[in-house]
Structures are given as C-alpha cells and as structure tokens.
C-alpha cells in the first residue's frame, strides 16, 4: 500500500463511516436519541427510530428526514413490552438484510427526593414516604433504563449477527445510553435513577462479554452523557423537538461551564458506532462532569 493510500484510510469519511448501515434508535423521537439519530442518518444511515408518541417520531422524520443521505423510519413502539420488542424485530427483520447499530436510549427518570436532611427522621421521611418513592417506582424505573435493554438486545442479536456477517470488516454494535448518574457517588437527589443507570453500565459489560464468549461478533458499548437538553432535563421540546437548557445553570457545575451539545452527542455516537476495536467500554462525554463529582 502506497504512502497515499494510507493516508486515505484517516480520512473522516473512512474512519467515522456509517453510509448504508441500518441503525434503530430506541427514544429517537427527542433529546439524546434525537441526536443519536440524526448523527447517524446526516451520515448516510438507514435509521429506525421508536418511542410510545408517534406524533413525536413523524415531526422529527418530517423534519430531519428530508434531504440527508440517509433516511428516518418512524415506528411506534413500547420497549418495556416483550410482545412489542418482538413485533419490532419481525417489522426491521421484513425491511432489512442485516442490523448494524442498536442504540438502545429509551429511559426516564424517577421522582426527585431530598436528601439534605440532617436530622434522622426528617431524612427518613424524605427517603421512605409514599408520596416520593414507590417500590412500584423502582421497579418501573429499572424496567425502563435496565430491564429493556436486556431483552431488546437480546431479540436483535440475530439480525446484528447478520450486519457482522454480510459485511466484510463491519462488526455490529450495541450501544446502551446510561449516564454519569450510574457513576458519580451522589445521588442527585434521585436514587432510583442513578442505581438504575448503575446497573445499565454493569449490564454493557456483562452483554459484551458474554455475546463475545459467545463467539458472536457483535460489540456492546455504553455511552454515559452528562447533562444535554431533553425532554427529561428540560421537560419539554419544542416545535422542533428540541430541547433547551440555560448554560448559566451549568458554569459552576461542570469544567466546560455548559450543557452538552447536539455535536458533542455526534462525536460520541459516530466514535461508538464506527470504532471497530471498541467493546465493553464506558464512553463518558460530560464536560468534565464526573471529573469535578468524584466517582463511587
Ligand atoms: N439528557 C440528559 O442529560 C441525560 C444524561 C444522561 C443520560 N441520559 C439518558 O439518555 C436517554 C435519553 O433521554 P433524554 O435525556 O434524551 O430524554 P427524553 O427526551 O425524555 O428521551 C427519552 C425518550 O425515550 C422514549 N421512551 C420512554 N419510555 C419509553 C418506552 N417505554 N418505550 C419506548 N420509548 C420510550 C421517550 O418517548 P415516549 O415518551 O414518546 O415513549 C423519549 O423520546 C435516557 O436513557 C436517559 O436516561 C440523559
């Protein structure tokens, strides 16, 4: 191989190359998978997105779906539903040889409780009352940000094997969303949630290596944002499903002195996906959130 040759091969468009991959993107409707989606389909991707409200998904394929090299495929799902994840996998499994990229986003968050009490039954109250913090809440939590993760993965694999096989020098890719909320020893005032995203982060290792054992050639990663503008951090989007978040809110919070940005989502999302000698890894891109918290 000549010393040009070479050269080429550190092209952008080599080395972050996502044209003709079909992608699903679990919550792409808005926030991070939002940005997960549009990273991937700009780049020429083919790109489910799902979520509970298609309203949300057909504003953003209306949107961010027209004049891209790739494309934007609504369709609505619950990822807390085993019949649902099934009917979803029959219905790419009808469309596409192969699936390359998983990003398995869908989440929420659980009720805020507060944690600075001092004294031990004002922080009993806080913790243990009704009002706050179900174990129905716990559990609806973890369903959501753990339990799916494990069987949406689980149903694809076989169509993520295939993207591995029918592409010479592609390895298929699982990426769970967590959070830095599942590796900072705070609790944000939202135990459920980060003990939730804890165990996400655990369950990508876990996955990763034993689809390797396996002998599956699928990678499994996990991207831990910090704080991005969505409709969890925002409450609400606007008429372009966007989300806003004021930066002066973060200028003491976090070293960048800002919330995370749709390219910074980019980055990640397309290093992820395109890296072929990442696996099992933590992929945090919070600012320097974590740097400033400490860890567990
Ligand atoms: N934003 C942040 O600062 C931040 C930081 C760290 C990690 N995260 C993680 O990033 C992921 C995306 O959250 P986000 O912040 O972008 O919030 P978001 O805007 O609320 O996005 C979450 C998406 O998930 C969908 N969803 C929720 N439950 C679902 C279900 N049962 N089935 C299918 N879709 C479901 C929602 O759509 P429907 O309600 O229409 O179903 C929504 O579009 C989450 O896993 C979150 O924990 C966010």
């Not at 609790?187 to 996955?207: C, D, E, P, V």
């Not at 990763?208 to 990663?221: D, F, Q, Y």
């Not at 980055?267 to 860890?295: E, I, K």
């Amino acid at each position: 191989m000549s010393a040009e040759q070479n050269n080429q091969r550190f092209q952008l468009e080599n080395v972050f190359n996502v044209k003709g991959r079909v992608a699903l993107v679990t919550g792409g409707g808005s926030g991070i998978g939002l940005m997960a989606t549009q990273a991937l389909a700009v780049n020429g991707a083919t790109v489910y997105i799902t979520g509970r409200t298609g309203e949300k998904l057909d504003r953003v394929t209306e949107l961010y779906g027209k004049n891209i090299p790739g494309q934007i495929i609504p369709l609505t799902s619950d990822v807390t539903s085993k019949d649902s994840i099934a009917q979803l996998v029959k219905e790419i499994e009808s469309k596409e040889k192969a699936l390359h990229i998983l990003i398995n986003n869908a989440g929420i968050s659980s009720n805020p409780g507060n944690t600075d009490a001092e004294d031990p039954k004002q922080l009993q109250q806080e913790l243990f009352q009704d009002s706050i913090s179900t174990f129905a809440e716990w559990e609806s939590v973890y369903r959501t940000n753990v339990t799916q993760a494990f069987f949406t993965t689980a149903a694809f694999l076989p169509l993520l094997q295939k993207g591995t096989d029918l592409d010479h020098g592609w390895s298929s890719t699982v990426i769970n969303i967590t959070s830095i909320s599942g590796i900072v020893k705070t609790s944000q005032h939202h135990f459920a949630y980060n003990a939730s995203k804890a165990a996400a982060i655990h369950l990508s290792t876990m996955l990763a290596h034993e689809i390797a054992s396996s002998g599956l050639k699928i990678r499994v990663n996990n991207i831990a944002p910090g704080v991005f503008p969505s409709e969890m951090t925002a409450k609400s989007s606007d008429e372009n499903q966007k989300s806003a978040l004021p930066k002066e809110k973060y200028e003491q919070k976090v070293p960048a002195n800002r919330p995370g940005k749709d390219e910074d989502m980019a980055g990640a999302v397309l290093f992820a996906a395109a890296n072929q000698y990442l696996n099992g890894q933590t992929v945090v891109v919070d600012g320097g959130y974590v740097l400033a918290a400490g860890t567990v």
